[in-house]
C-alpha cells in the first residue's frame, strides 16, 4: 500500500463591498425584501447596456496588492455563456484570458512554519441570482437581488497539500480581504464561497492525479469536511484498483458527502468572447502604486509585530491579528496604557468568552479600549483582584461606565494594606490549629484552606499574593 | 476549419435550439460559409498590431459607486410569463 498525498487548489469567490452592484446603481446589501434592488440592467432585459463601477476595479487591484499579484496595465471582460434561471442574461460577466491581477502568493502560518501558496489569477465577475425552491413543488421561483452584485474570484495554485493548509489558506485570505476592507467576508450571509480542486498521488510522484472539482461550497467547515472526504473517497478507489474520473461534484454538508453532478467528459463549454458592451480598463501604474501605499499593516505583519515589539506569544498575536477589529480594539487598549499581555489576556479570554455568549462580534462591544485599559491598570496596581476584574468586566458589558466607579460601586477594591491582612492571616491561624500542623507535615492543601478561609473573612477583597506572603511568613515562625 | 454536422449539432446543443433534420443540410453550408468567412481575415499579416477586443479606442468608461433608485418589484416582474410571490417563477430545477 503506497502512501498519498492530496493537491489541492481553491477558487474563492468573494462580494465586494461596494455600496452598488458591479454594472448598475442598485444597492448592493444583504437581506433585502426579494426583488427591490432591481433594475432592467441586472435583471437582464434586452437593450440594456451595464457601466463598471469604478470601485469594484479598485478594490480588485487592492485585493491583487495585497496578494502581491502583478496588475494588469490593460484588461477586458468576456461573457461566459451557460443557461440558468438565475442568470437572466444567460451569460455571465467575467474575465477570460486577462484578468487584473495574476501571479501573486500569500504566506500562510503553519505548525511547521511558513509557506507560500501562489495565487494564479484574481478577477472581477457578477454574481448572479437566488433561486428559491422550497416555495413550491412546481416551481423555483426567482430572487435577483444579488444579480449583479460584484465579485472577485481568487484562483490559488494547486499548492495546497492537506486539509489543515487549506483551512489555514482560506481563514489567512478572510483575513486579509477584511483587513483592506474590500469584502465582509460573511459566511452566513454568503459573501464567501469556494470551488474545491483535490487529487491525490503516491508519495514522491512529480505528476498530479486526476481531480475532482467541487462546486459552491458556503462554509469553511463544509470545504475542509468536503476535502477531506475527497482524499478519503479517492484513496480507497485507488488503493481497489480504481480510477478517478475528473468530474464535478457537489458537496452535501447535511449529508456529509460528495455527489458527482456532471462528468467533464461532456465538459462545460463556455464559449467565452469578449465582452462587447464594455470597453477595456486599462489602469496606470501610479494608481496601482498608490493603491499599494494606501493598504493598511497587514495580518502576517501585524502578527509579527506583536511578538517582537509587543512581547506576546505567537499564539496570542495569531488570535488578535486574525480579525481586523479585534487588532484595532487590542491596540487602542494598550495605547491607553494597558499592558500588551493583560489586554491581550482579556481579549482572548473573558472578552471573548462573553462575546460568544452574546452572539455579538468585537465590533459592538459597548466599552470602550480605554476603559478595558484603565480595568487592567486596576487589576496590575493591586487595586483590584482577578475576580474582581471578572465582575467589572461583565458590568462593562452591560452598563458601560469608568471601571473606578463600578470598583466604588461595587465594593470591589482589593485589600493590600499589610497591617489589616496581617491581623485576618493572625485570626485564621488561631482558629485553625490543626491546619498549621497538616502545613508542617507536609500537607499542601492546609495552606490552601487557610488561604481560602482568609479570602471569606475579607469578603473576597484581599489581595491573595500578599495574603499567601504573610501566610507563611506567619506558619514558618511557629 | 471544416464545418460538419457534427459541429452544427453540438453548438445547436448548447444553444438549446431544436434542429429539423431537413434543415441541417442547409445550415451545415451556411455556417461552412460564415466560418470561411472569418478564416479570410486570418490571412492578413497582423504580426505588427496589438490584439484588439473592440475596433474604437475607448477605455474605463466607469462610473461612480453611487446608490440609483431601484424599480419597483411590480414593475420588475411586470412582463414575466410566470411570477409568483414577486418572483420570476420557473419550472422546477433539480440538480
Known amino acids: ?478 | 476549419m471544416k464545418i460538419t454536422e457534427k459541429e452544427v449539432d453540438y453548438v445547436a446543443r448548447l444553444a438549446r435550439l431544436h434542429v429539423q433534420e431537413s434543415q441541417m443540410q442547409r445550415l451545415t453550408q451556411d455556417m461552412g460559409n460564415i466560418i470561411a468567412f472569418a478564416d479570410k481575415l486570418g490571412e492578413l499579416d497582423t504580426e505588427q498590431v496589438e490584439p484588439a477586443a473592440h475596433s474604437i479606442v475607448v477605455e474605463n468608461v466607469l462610473r461612480a459607486d453611487e446608490v440609483q433608485p431601484s424599480y419597483a418589484r411590480e414593475d420588475i416582474i411586470a412582463n414575466a410569463p410566470h411570477k409568483q410571490a414577486g418572483c420570476f417563477s420557473v419550472p422546477k430545477i433539480v440538480e
Open chain 1, 1 to 478: 500500500m503506497s502512501e498519498y498525498e492530496a493537491v489541492i487548489g481553491i477558487e474563492m469567490h468573494a462580494e465586494l463591498s461596494t455600496k452598488t452592484k458591479i454594472y448598475c446603481g442598485c444597492k448592493n446589501e444583504f437581506g433585502g425584501e426579494i426583488n427591490t434592488h432591481c433594475c432592467p440592467v441586472c435583471t437582464g432585459m434586452p437593450g440594456t447596456l451595464p457601466v463598471l463601477n469604478e470601485k469594484v476595479v479598485e478594490y480588485a487591484v487592492k485585493a491583487g496588492c495585497a496578494l502581491n499579484c502583478s496588475i494588469a496595465n490593460l484588461s477586458k471582460q468576456d461573457r461566459k455563456n451557460y443557461f440558468y434561471p438565475d442568470l437572466p442574461k444567460a451569460y455571465q460577466i467575467s474575465q477570460f484570458d486577462i484578468p487584473l491581477c495574476a501571479d501573486g502568493y500569500v504566506d500562510i502560518p503553519l505548525e511547521s512554519g511558513t509557506k507560500r501558496i501562489g495565487i494564479t489569477r484574481i478577477h472581477i465577475e457578477e454574481d448572479a441570482g437566488k433561486l428559491l425552491h422550497d416555495a413550491s413543488d412546481t416551481d423555483s421561483l426567482v430572487d435577483f437581488n444579488r444579480c449583479g452584485v460584484p465579485l472577485i474570484e481568487i484562483v490559488s495554485e494547486p499548492d495546497l497539500r492537506s486539509s489543515e493548509e487549506a483551512r489555514v489558506y482560506l481563514e489567512t485570505l478572510r483575513s486579509i480581504l477584511q483587513y483592506i476592507d474590500v469584502s465582509d467576508c460573511k459566511m452566513q450571509e454568503g459573501s464567501i464561497r469556494c470551488d474545491v480542486n483535490v487529487s491525490i498521488r503516491p508519495k514522491g510522484q512529480k505528476e498530479f492525479g486526476v481531480r475532482s472539482e467541487m462546486k459552491n461550497v458556503n462554509s469553511f467547515r463544509g470545504a475542509i469536511r468536503g476535502i477531506e472526504y475527497e482524499i478519503a473517497r479517492q484513496t480507497a478507489l485507488l488503493e481497489a484498483g480504481g480510477q478517478v474520473v475528473q468530474e464535478t461534484r457537489r458537496w452535501d454538508d447535511a449529508k456529509g458527502e460528495s455527489v458527482s453532478m456532471r462528468s467533464k467528459e461532456e465538459a462545460q463549454d463556455y464559449r467565452y468572447f469578449p465582452e462587447p458592451d464594455l470597453m477595456p480598463i486599462r489602469i496606470e501604474k501610479e494608481t496601482v502604486e498608490k493603491i499599494r501605499q494606501e493598504l493598511p499593516e497587514l495580518p502576517h505583519v501585524k502578527r509579527a509585530r506583536y511578538v517582537s515589539e509587543l512581547g506576546l506569544p505567537e499564539y496570542d498575536a495569531g488570535i488578535l491579528t486574525e480579525y481586523r477589529p479585534t487588532a484595532e480594539f487590542f491596540e487602542a487598549a494598550v495605547a491607553a496604557g494597558a499592558s500588551a499581555k493583560g489586554a491581550s489576556n482579556w481579549i482572548m479570554g473573558d472578552i471573548s468568552r462573553i462575546l460568544k455568549e452574546k452572539d455579538i462580534l468585537i465590533d459592538d462591544v459597548p466599552f470602550s479600549p480605554q476603559q478595558l485599559a484603565e480595568m487592567v491598570q486596576l487589576i496590575e496596581s493591586g487595586a483590584i483582584s482577578n475576580s474582581a476584574g471578572k465582575k467589572v468586566l461583565e458590568t462593562l458589558f452591560e452598563s458601560p461606565k469608568a471601571p473606578k466607579q463600578i470598583v466604588e460601586e461595587l465594593g470591589l477594591a482589593q485589600i493590600s494594606d499589610e497591617g489589616a491582612l496581617q491581623k485576618m492571616v493572625q485570626d485564621v491561624l488561631e482558629q485553625n490549629p490543626q491546619s498549621i500542623e497538616d502545613y508542617k507535615a507536609g500537607k499542601d492543601r492546609a495552606i490552601k484552606f487557610m488561604m481560602g478561609q482568609v479570602m471569606k473573612l475579607s469578603k473576597g477583597k484581599a489581595n491573595p499574593q500578599t495574603v499567601n506572603a504573610l501566610l507563611k511568613e506567619e506558619l514558618d515562625k511557629r
